[in-house]
């Protein structure tokens, strides 16, 4: 299990790095073995930062991530290696995590150099089929190419068999599918829920709405770096209870509807306040004089079903 304990992260930004952007702000969640969690958020709202803190790609200000009971930003040499045998990223743009003037199966001779240098030949290209074959691509077809002679959607797959490589347990899948057309996006998407059905544990970060739903069974919703609402999928989708996810679930796209026969019901009155909920300027149930003045707490309004709001009893009544 990994399990995000109120993590915030702090940028430095500016010319001389004098200003600062809480990019994540008190996160907590936790991700089951065999489970796929869907972190979903307009852009900027914090999602690469929480996926890259649990690559560890970049340092957390604060709060504490652990890996089966294991805090990972105290690992180092050897055990640091071990956590990346079990977490791995897959990002948003394939083709730039392949460097165009190198052959795509470069990336898999550094997993061996770094992993595995005392595997021989022969094993090792057992290891390559098997995890190219899991991902559903043919050897024959994808190694000795360059990337460019690739589809987007065979980079996408060559990745996610790098990380098979290393028997990962944990995937940190960062907009994987937005770049892709929408055959192959079920594909890939069909791929990640085999691979759950094997065991293997998905954070799967997305602005896409349907994706999160295809493929998830709890949904953590992200505004501002704050968790506004998190629970079992069907609750997020069916039953949204912080007005930020219902204005998200109103503004999907419907294909039996034209644009102009959407309402969208819930407007905001863009009222100023610094502090308080974060949601406050968008928010049309924002009400100064009461309780959104402060910064509400997460509370469980339902079994399971997370909300940071004080008003979540009024928001489904009155759409
Ligand atoms: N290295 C960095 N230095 C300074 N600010 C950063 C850095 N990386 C991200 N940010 C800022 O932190 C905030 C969160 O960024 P992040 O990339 O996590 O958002 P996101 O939810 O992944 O967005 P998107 O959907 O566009 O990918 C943004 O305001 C972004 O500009
Ligand atoms: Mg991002």
Redesign the pocket.
Known sequence: MLELEKISKI?K?GTFGGKK?L?VNNVSFDVKDGEVISLI?E???????IGKMILGLISISSGMIRLNGVDITTLKGCALKDYYRNVQGVFQDPFSSYNPIFKADRIFRIIREEFFPKINNREWDKKIDSSLRAVGLNPDEVLNKFPHQLSGGQLQRFLIARALLLDVQFLVAD?IISMLDASTRIDVLNLLAELKSRGLSILFIT?DLSLGYYISERAVILYRGCVVEMGATEQIYYHPLHPYTKMLMVSVPRLDRKWEEVEIKLKAKHLELPSGCVYYERCPFADKDKDCAKRPPLIEAESGHFVTCSHYMEVNERV
């Not at 852009?43 to 930062?49: L, M």
């Open positions: 940028y930004t952007l990019a958020g852009s900027g709202s914090g999602k690469s930062t907009e602005h």
